[in-house]
């Protein structure tokens, strides 16, 4: 079992930057896992943002790329997200996902991200 908690949600103005948190709890787990953030925006459905494999290759939605950077630290169990210049559609709850393996994976609770004026 693998608990992952995210931070670094909030209020942000058009232009501005948050950097997102994810810890996770099991380590093991983490080392091997493919790391993910997702979002879901207002009336959308759940979508991709970004992906970091266990060796540290990464993808990212068309949208996201150039503004948006993953990044993980296997000593401490923690995945990162930093958002720049970001547009009022990237209001979404952000959520981090890791999965160890096909057909098994985790998510957190989600955490709340507001780009307005």
């Known amino acids: 079992q693998v608990q992952l908690v995210e931070s670094g949600g909030g209020l942000v103005q058009p232009g501005g930057s948050l950097r997102l948190s994810c810890s996770a709890s099991?380590?093991?787990?983490?080392?091997?896992?493919?790391m993910g953030w997702y979002r879901q925006g207002p009336g959308k459905q759940r979508e991709l943002v970004a992906a970091?494999?266990?060796?540290?290759?990464?993808n990212y939605a068309d949208s996201m790329k150039g503004r948006f950077t993953i990044s993980r630290d296997n000593t401490n169990n923690m995945v990162y997200l930093q958002m720049n210049s970001l547009k009022s559609e990237d209001t979404a709850v952000y959520y981090c996902?890791?999965?160890?393996?096909?057909?098994?994976?985790?998510w957190g609770q989600g955490t709340q991200v507001t780009v307005s004026s």
């Open positions: 996902n890791a999965v160890p393996w096909p057909g098994r994976e985790y």
């Open positions: 099991a380590s093991i787990v983490f080392k091997i896992s493919t």
């Open positions: 970091i494999t266990s060796n540290g290759s990464t």
